[in-house]
Each structure stands twice: as C-alpha cells, then as structure tokens.
C-alpha cells in the first residue's frame, strides 16, 4: 500500500546512546516531517523539510538532527539520548493542497 | 503566529449521542482547515478537511463547516458509535511562505460506550 513507513515501530535506548529513525514514503511528496507526540501537548513540529535538499528546524529541535536523503527519505538522528525524549515519533509528508500522510510511529522509550 | 484550540478533553458520550467537538483558529489569511482522527496505536489519519469559508467538509458521518466570521471548524457527528472512539485533532494549514505546514491543536480524546 501506497503510503510513509517509519521503522522501528519500539525502541528502548539507555541515555547517552544515539540512534537514527528512519521515514520514507512512496508518493512523490515533497515536504516531509518529523513530530514527537506526547500526552496533553498534542503534536509538536521537530524538523521539517519543504522540498528535497532542504530542512528546516521546527518548535522542538533540540537535541535532533535530521537528513533528508532523497525525495523519498527523511530520517530522525538523537545524538545522545536523553529520558525527555521518551515519545511517539510520527513522520509525515505533504505535497500541495493536500493534508499529511502520516507513518505509523515509533515509541521510543529512553531509559 | 498560527495555532488552534480546540475544546479540552477526554468527551465520554453513550452510543447513537450527538458529538461536537469545538475548534478555533488564528485568523492569519484564509487557512485550509482539517480534522484528523487516531486510533489507539496507530497514526493520524485525514477525516475531512475545508479549504475556503462556508464549505463542508465531511466524511464517515462527521461534518465540519469553515465558519470565517467565527473563525471556527467544529466537527459534529449526528450519532456516534463505539468504534468513533479515538483521538481528533483539528488543523489548520500555516499562513505566508508557510502554507505547507500544518498547525495541530493538542487532541480531543473521546470514548463512546455501548
């Protein structure tokens, strides 16, 4: 099915230790995102990028960076883990007029 | 800048109630406004959406109209069922050199009991 991948689906880290979330979606979009979702703060903009070639930094960049391989690709590094980065990650990607589709998530638990 | 409220959960109704869930956004241009909807475990997905004033967006039994005098987008459904049960999120999409971006309020959870 046509759609955004994100893999992995669960990660559990040790703080300090790094790791790289990957997104990719095969619908010829050419914005993509990265949120993090966490309970009563809704969903909070991480990174984005508006076409490939380009990322910009969203409400809640710290301690992320991101890459945005291709047009297919975009993906999430955590450099040094830390427990406030316990969340569910969700990718997504746009093009035009439309709304995003959104990946699945990843629940990402730092211990 | 843009955001959205919308009305604070968690809404708990009986099966076949009415729902309406509140939305209101910044008034910055003439965003195209959306709902989405999750289900527990899985990601966002679209329910409808409403690009300019007084249009109505719908789908699966839920209705929303883009109400510019108010700047509101509240979404109704005439009879809920238990499988409605999930998180909504109203949108709207950004203003300037933004406009791909959407803006989200932080979620209404519901539960609908049989």
């Known amino acids: 099915n046509a759609g955004v991948t994100q893999t992995p689906k669960f990660q559990v880290l040790k703080t300090g230790q790094s790791m790289t979330l990957q997104c990719a979606q095969d619908?010829?979009?050419?914005?993509m995102y990265w949120y993090r979702q966490d309970p009563g703060m809704g969903l909070r903009l991480i990174y984005y990028?508006?076409?490939?070639?380009?990322?910009d930094k969203g409400e809640v960049p710290n301690g992320y960076n991101v890459s945005r391989l291709n047009k297919r690709e975009f993906s999430l590094r955590l450099e040094s883990a830390a427990p406030s980065q316990t969340s569910v990650y969700f990718c997504?990607?746009?093009?035009?007029?439309?709304?995003?589709?959104f990946g699945s998530g990843t629940r990402l638990t730092v211990v | 800048g843009d955001s959205v409220t919308q009305m604070e959960g968690p809404v708990t109704l009986s099966e076949e109630a009415f729902l309406t869930i509140n939305c209101t956004y910044t008034?910055?241009?003439?965003?195209?406004l959306f709902w989405y909807v999750q289900y527990p475990g899985e990601g966002l997905q679209l329910l409808l959406k409403a690009t300019k004033a007084d249009d109505k967006g719908s789908n699966k039994g839920f209705e929303a109209t883009y109400r510019k005098e108010t700047t509101s987008f509240h979404l109704e459904k005439g009879s809920v069922q238990v499988s409605d049960s999930a998180v909504y999120f109203c949108?709207?999409?950004?203003?300037?050199?933004?406009?791909?971006?959407?803006?989200f309020g932080k979620g209404t959870l519901l539960t609908v009991n049989p």
């Open positions: 008034a910055t241009g003439y965003p195209s």
């Open positions: 997504a990607s746009s093009e035009g007029e439309r709304g995003y589709t």
């Open positions: 990028s508006a076409s490939e070639g380009t990322t």
């Open positions: 949108a709207r999409r950004g203003s300037g050199g933004s406009n791909y971006k959407l803006t």
């Open positions: 619908m010829n979009h050419n914005s």
